[in-house]
């Protein structure tokens, strides 16, 4: 007489049926909840995982706010541990290193579609100011991409002259200025305007050219040149 299916013969078959569809259909055919599901599948064996799914995505918002989410937040929630956190900084870390290495072979200044992806991927998420620096050759090649202050949720020390020397001490033709605003709207505020006019000052008399500054946040993004602020 066959035997009634267990707990975990249930759970493996999920694993295995969800598994399969990922592999036939990629993940344009699932859910967030279920791709988490996916990472969550090695951290823990054996647990019905969709429930901590749901309820990480119900915490933080969406896919992207969970694999980016501060390591001290996710431990807040049940059945999220060390394993968890690594499986899911892993995939953070991997997503930021295909947008950088996209983007170091050239920046294209007509679309600035592979800055954003990179930047949204590094900053939008976080729950503190950060202000970086791409620093680029007379090709637009990427020489470096460095973090130069951070802050609280509102505010990210900035010292203009500290950029300019920093490009002039890496040969840098250009610049694009980069920050976030945790808040997730990314409009400028009076202080940014100030900040970019001051490194454009500085830069423009010593041939380093300020390219753009871009604001990214959970809401979207936007360019100060293209808002004719630069």
């Known amino acids: 007489m066959d035997q009634p299916p267990t707990r975990d013969s249930l759970n493996a078959g999920h694993r295995e049926r969800l598994r399969e569809r990922f592999v036939k259909g990629g993940a344009a055919g699932l859910h967030d909840y279920e791709l988490l599901e996916l990472l969550l599948f090695r951290a823990i064996p054996r647990r019905d995982?969709?429930?901590?799914?749901?309820?990480?995505?119900?915490?933080?918002?969406?896919?992207?706010?969970?694999?980016?989410?501060?390591?001290?937040?996710?431990?807040?929630?049940?059945?999220?541990?060390d394993a968890v956190v690594t499986e899911l900084k892993i995939v953070e870390a991997a997503a930021v290193m295909l947008a950088k290495q996209s983007m170091t072979k050239r920046l294209e200044l007509g679309s600035f579609a592979q800055v954003l992806d990179y930047c949204?991927?590094?900053?939008?998420?976080?729950?503190?100011?950060?202000?970086?620096?791409?620093?680029?050759?007379?090709?637009?090649?990427?020489?470096?991409?460095?973090?130069?202050?951070?802050?609280?949720?509102?505010?990210?020390?900035?010292?203009?002259?500290?950029?300019?020397?920093?490009?002039?001490?890496?040969?840098?033709?250009?610049?694009?200025?980069?920050h976030n605003h945790p808040s997730g709207d990314p409009t400028p505020s009076t202080a940014d305007v100030t900040m970019t006019e001051t490194i454009a000052a500085l830069a423009r008399p010593l041939g380093v050219k300020l390219h753009d500054h871009l604001i990214v946040g959970r809401n979207g993004h936007v360019s100060m040149r293209a808002m004719k602020l630069i």
């Open 120 to 178: 949204r991927g590094a900053m939008a998420y976080r729950e503190t100011e950060e202000f970086r620096v791409l620093f680029l050759d007379k090709k637009n090649g990427l020489i470096a991409d460095e973090v130069m202050g951070r802050g609280t949720v509102d505010h990210a020390p900035v010292y203009p002259r500290e950029v300019v020397r920093r490009a002039l001490a890496l040969n840098a033709s250009a610049v694009i200025l980069v």
């Open 49 to 81: 995982v969709k429930p901590i799914a749901k309820t990480l995505l119900q915490r933080f918002g969406s896919f992207a706010e969970v694999i980016s989410a501060p390591p001290e937040r996710l431990k807040e929630m049940d059945f999220v541990g």
